[in-house]
C-alpha cells in the first residue's frame, strides 16, 4: 500500500471514530491529518518525461577486466525536484569506483551525466534500463518509470593454456591433423611395409626387405596423422557442484572446459560443447578460432541447475558418430557411473576429468576428527567410484583443484594412457 493511500485510511478511520463516539477531540485529529494529505497531493511531483543513454568503455572483457559505465539521463518535461535513478547489477559485476545510483534535481530540458567502474567476474548481463523514482518533498506521493538504456556486459572465462591433450579415439575425420589413425600412408611414425606400387616415392623404397624377394620392390608405410571429433560435456549440476556457505567448484569445471577445447581446436580438431545445467545447450562442432570464440562465448552464459541426474544426456550422432571422443567434466555422482558405461557400450571413448569435490570442500573445514574422518570415507567412496569407471574403459583424471589444470593436465593427458594404446594394437591387429 503506498504512503497516500495509507495516510487516506488512517485519516478515515480517525474520522469515523470520533463520529462514532460522539468526541469533538478525536475529530479534530483528523484535521492535521487532512492537512498533510491535501500539501502532498498539491505538492505532487509531475509525470516522468526523462529517456537515458548508455556508454560502455567494453563490451567484451577477460576476468578481472574493468568497465566503465557512463549515463546520461535528459528532461524532456517540467523541473523535477529528487529524483532518484538506479540501475541495477548482476552479482557478477563489482562496483569499484563511483555509484550506478544517482539522487539529483533536474530542471526543465535539463540533463545529468555520471559514470562508474565495475570489475567482472565470468558472466552475461544485458541491462534493460534506468529506474527512475520521483517524490514530493513530504514523501507521500512518488512516480516511477523505467527509462530504456539497452547494453550487454560479457566476460569470458580466463583462457587456460596446456600444452598438449594427447588422445587417441578409434575414428578420425578425413583431414590432416596430429592424431594417429591407425592408416598407412604419409606421415612419421613407421605403420608397416607393403608392396611397391606405380607412383610411390624411391625415397621409401625398404631395400633390406626388397633383396630378399628379387621379384618384388617393398615399401615403407608411415601412419597417417588426422583430426577427430570430439564433444565437450560440462556438468553444471547444483547437487554436485555446490556446497555449504555458498562455496561452488563449477568455476573450476568451466576453466578445465575452457582449457581443453582450446588445447584440442588448436590442433585442428573438430569440436562441440554441452553444456548441463540451468540452460542446457549443445554448440555444435566446428573448428578453429571461431569455433572456439563460440564456446567461450556459451561458457560465459553456463549457470548451474536443471536436472540433477544425467538421465536426459544424450549423444546426438549426426553430431558425433559412434567411436568419436567424448570428455566429461564433472564432480560426479556414483549414479553416474550406469550412464557413462552406457555411453562407453554404445562405442564412444569416454574421457572423464573430475575436479575433486573432496579436497575442495576440505579446505573450508576445520581439522577435527569427526571432519577427518568424514573426509577418509569419503574419499575411499570417490576412489571406489573411480575405479569402477576405470575398469569399464573409462579414461579418468582425478583433478586436485589445489593445484593449477595446466600441471594437471600435463602430467595425465599429454601422451595417452597405456590402455588406450592397448585398445588400438588390438584393433590394428585384428585388421
Do not use: C
Not at 540501475?87 to 539522487?103: A, Q
Not at 569470458?156 to 578420425?172: A, E, F
Not at 608392396?195 to 610411390?200: K, L, M, N, R, V
Not at 589445489?402 to 588390438?426: C, D, M, N
Amino acid at each position: 500500500m503506498s504512503r497516500i493511500a495509507l495516510l487516506a485510511t488512517l485519516t478515515y478511520f480517525v474520522f469515523l471514530i470520533g463520529v462514532a463516539s460522539l468526541n469533538g477531540g478525536i475529530v479534530s485529529l483528523t484535521l492535521p491529518l487532512f492537512l498533510y494529505l491535501l500539501a502532498g497531493l498539491w505538492r505532487a511531483p509531475d509525470d516522468i518525461d526523462l529517456s537515458a543513454e548508455r556508454t560502455l568503455s567494453e563490451e567484451r572483457i577477460s576476468p578481472g577486466g574493468m568497465i566503465t559505465i557512463r549515463i546520461t539521463v535528459v528532461n524532456h518535461g517540467k523541473r523535477l525536484e529528487q529524483v532518484h535513478l538506479s540501475d541495477p547489477l548482476p552479482k557478477f559485476l563489482e562496483v569499484v569506483e563511483g555509484s550506478p545510483n544517482r539522487l539529483v534535481s533536474i530542471p526543465a530540458a535539463g540533463r545529468v551525466d555520471w559514470s562508474y567502474t565495475v570489475l567482472g567476474k565470468r558472466g552475461s548481463h544485458s541491462f534493460d534500463g534506468i529506474h527512475a523514482t520521483t517524490e514530493d518533498q513530504l514523501g507521500l506521493v512518488s512516480k516511477r518509470a523505467l527509462l530504456p538504456a539497452p547494453g550487454q556486459v560479457l566476460v569470458l572465462p580466463g583462457l587456460i593454456r596446456v600444452r598438449r591433450i594427447s588422445i587417441l579415439p578409434r575414428q578420425t575425420r578425413v583431414y590432416s591433423g596430429v592424431i594417429p589413425a591407425n592408416q598407412g600412408g604419409t606421415g612419421i611414425e613407421f605403420f608397416g611395409v607393403r608392396e611397391y606400387q606405380a607412383g610411390d616415392s624411391p625415397g621409401r623404397i625398404n631395400w633390406r626387405i626388397s633383396a630378399r624377394q628379387p621379384n618384388a620392390l617393398y615399401t615403407n608405410e608411415y601412419q597417417q596423422e588426422r583430426v577427430a571429433d570430439v564433444g565437450i560435456v560440462l556438468d553444471g549440476r547444483k547437487s554436485v557442484n555446490e556446497f555449504g556457505g555458498g562455496r561452488t567448484i563449477f568455476e573450476e569445471s568451466v576453466r578445465a572446459a575452457v582449457a581443453v577445447s582450446s588445447s584440442l581446436l588448436a590442433e585442428g580438431n573438430r569440436v562441440g560443447l554441452f553444456v548441463h545445467g540451468r540452460h542446457s545447450k549443445w554448440t555444435s562442432p566446428g573448428y578453429g578460432k571461431y569455433q572456439r570464440e563460440r564456446i567461450l562465448h556459451d561458457l560465459a552464459f553456463a549457470e548451474m541447475g536443471g536436472d540433477e541426474s544425467f538421465n536426459s544426456l544424450a549423444i546426438p550422432r549426426r553430431l558425433f558418430p559412434p567411436n568419436s571422443l567424448i570428455v566429461l567434466i564433472s564432480p560426479l555422482m556414483a549414479e553416474d557411473v550406469l550412464l557413462l558405461g552406457k555411453l562407453r557400450a554404445s562405442g564412444f571413448l569416454l574421457l572423464v576429468i573430475s575436479p575433486n569435490p573432496v579436497t575442495f570442500e576440505a579446505q573450508g573445514l576445520d581439522h577435527r576428527p569427526s571432519v577427518e574422518l568424514a573426509k577418509r570415507i569419503l574419499r575411499l567412496q570417490r576412489e571406489s567410484t573411480l575405479r569402477e569407471m576405470r575398469h569399464l574403459g573409462i579414461q579418468v583424471v582425478n583433478w586436485d583443484v589445489t593445484r593449477p589444470f595446466e600441471q594437471v593436465a600435463f602430467a595425465a593427458l599429454s601422451k595417452p594412457a597405456a590402455w588406450v594404446h592397448a585398445i588400438h594394437r588390438g584393433i590394428r591387429a585384428r585388421r
